[in-house]
């Protein structure tokens, strides 16, 4: 569990320094999952989650997404979810900074978004995970949700991702 959860911050975290995609196929990887995002912070502080995801496949198993809120990024790209249909089950906000406690994540409900990844082709979700960061009250206010996306964001993440090399070795699919 922890390796997968690993595989995908490395993947979050060099998939903002790339500027390729990768190729179909290669390394087991056969679908994208794409998930809008926007992060607003009018704080001097960083964000204060991570938000981890449980998926489950129609046959029962559940796979495990996460990432950190980023301003400076419209969307969060997944490549280790094999083809298949998921929906959003639960949401943990976890801490961004790890506390003494044993468990420093809540678990949440979320909006049970379902989804299919078919082979060759990344999927974009026409809702976005957006969290809000204020003062508010003298203290720190988050708030994170699922919003629809307006379509004119998601040719915006298309248009960005016909820049990248191996673009057209994929279909694009935009999911309900």
């Known amino acids: 569990m922890k390796y997968f959860v690993l595989i995908n911050f490395l993947f979050i975290f060099f998939t903002g320094c790339t500027s390729k995609l990768p190729i179909p196929g290669s390394d087991n990887i056969e679908s994208i999952l794409i998930i809008p995002h926007k992060a607003t912070n009018k704080t001097k502080n960083p964000f204060g989650f991570k938000y981890i995801f449980t998926l489950k496949t129609e046959d029962g198993m559940e796979k495990i997404i996460e990432f950190y809120p980023r301003t400076n990024k419209q969307y969060f ?80 993440i298309i248009k ?11 279909t694009v699919v935009e999911f309900d």
Do not use: H
């Open 160 to 170: 960005e991702l016909k820049t990248l090399e191996n673009y057209e070795k994929w």
């Open 77 to 156: 790209m997944f490549d280790s979810l094999s083809p298949g249909t998921y929906k959003f089950e639960t949401r943990q906000d976890c801490l961004a900074v790890r506390g003494k406690t044993r468990s420093n994540c809540r678990l949440r409900k979320t909006k049970p978004i379902k989804f299919t990844l078919s082979s060759n082709s990344i999927t974009i979700l026409k809702n976005r995970f957006r969290v809000r960061q204020r003062w508010e009250n003298n203290m720190n206010s988050i708030s994170a949700n699922f919003t629809s996306v307006k379509k004119i964001k998601i040719q915006q």
